[in-house]
């Protein structure tokens, strides 16, 4: 059996989504970030950096943070969603990466700037938007050529989708971006990414705009100060 400690954020859904995906059976613990869960001894004795999601193994007696890390430990001991080795494993750990290092960091940052921060400045939000931009327009142009990222549908598709989906609270457009369109449509029809989504609660369609967003906005920056 999984335990998933885990938010309703792009990250934590890369880890429910995935199991998911996987059909592995799993138990949700929810963690309350605006309550500073993640920062209370007996989540940081799992994660000492103290950010969502972690999975504790008890099968296996093992505990792993990092959503990507996750991804990987559950896609390699089922033995799905990521070839065993050579080039195609390889081929779906870059893409992975990529939405790591990139994809993740430029929307959460523009995330920030844009909703969060109490002070607007502009050039920083010009910048995580347009670095974002960019990046959507690098999975278009690798979307033209394949259906999914790494040719079969993988871990790499789950970890850039699930950030990718939020591109409207970032602010960033889709416009003209017609294979990214797709793609996003050919996963937003998958079952396990709609239940995958849902966990552990529904983010709430009205906190894109009105009070329901500035609350929501308040909350987030109170978490970045701690």
């Known amino acids: 059996m999984?335990?998933?400690?885990?938010?309703?954020?792009?990250?934590?859904?890369?880890?429910?989504?995935?199991?998911?995906?996987?059909?592995?059976?799993?138990?949700?613990?929810a963690i309350n970030l605006s309550n500073n869960d993640q920062k209370q001894d007996a989540f940081l004795n799992m994660n000492p950096n103290g950010r969502i999601p972690v999975i504790r193994d008890t099968a296996r007696n093992e505990t792993v943070f990092e959503s990507g890390a996750i991804m990987i430990y559950l896609a390699e001991r089922t033995g799905r969603l990521l070839p065993d080795s050579g080039a195609a494993r390889y081929e779906v750990l870059q893409w992975l990466m990529f939405q790591m290092g990139g994809v993740g960091p430029m929307m959460g940052q523009a995330n920030v700037f844009y909703r969060y921060f109490p002070e607007k400045i502009q050039p920083a939000i010009d910048r995580y938007?347009?670095?974002?931009?960019?990046?959507?327009?690098?999975?278009?142009?690798?979307?033209?050529?394949?259906?999914?990222?790494?040719?079969?549908?993988?871990?790499?598709?789950?970890?850039?989708?699930?950030?990718?989906?939020?591109?409207?609270?970032?602010?960033?457009?889709?416009?003209?971006?017609?294979?990214?369109?797709?793609?996003?449509?050919?996963?937003?029809?998958?079952?396990?990414?709609?239940?995958?989504?849902?966990?552990?609660?529904?983010?709430?369609?009205?906190?894109?705009?009105?009070t329901a967003a500035e609350q929501f906005a308040a909350n987030a920056q109170s978490i970045l100060q701690t």
């Open 129 to 210: 938007q347009n670095e974002t931009r960019r990046l959507f327009e690098v999975l278009d142009r690798a979307l033209s050529e394949r259906e999914w990222l790494a040719g079969d549908y993988s871990i790499a598709d789950i970890a850039n989708w699930c950030w990718v989906r939020t591109y409207r609270w970032s602010g960033v457009s889709r416009e003209g971006l017609d294979h990214l369109d797709r793609w996003l449509t050919q996963m937003k029809a998958r079952p396990a990414c709609q239940a995958g989504i849902q966990v552990p609660t529904p983010a709430p369609k009205a906190m894109l705009s009105g």
């Open 2 to 29: 999984i335990e998933l400690f885990t938010s309703p954020t792009p990250n934590g859904h890369k880890a429910s989504v995935t199991l998911e995906e996987l059909g592995i059976p799993y138990t949700v613990h």
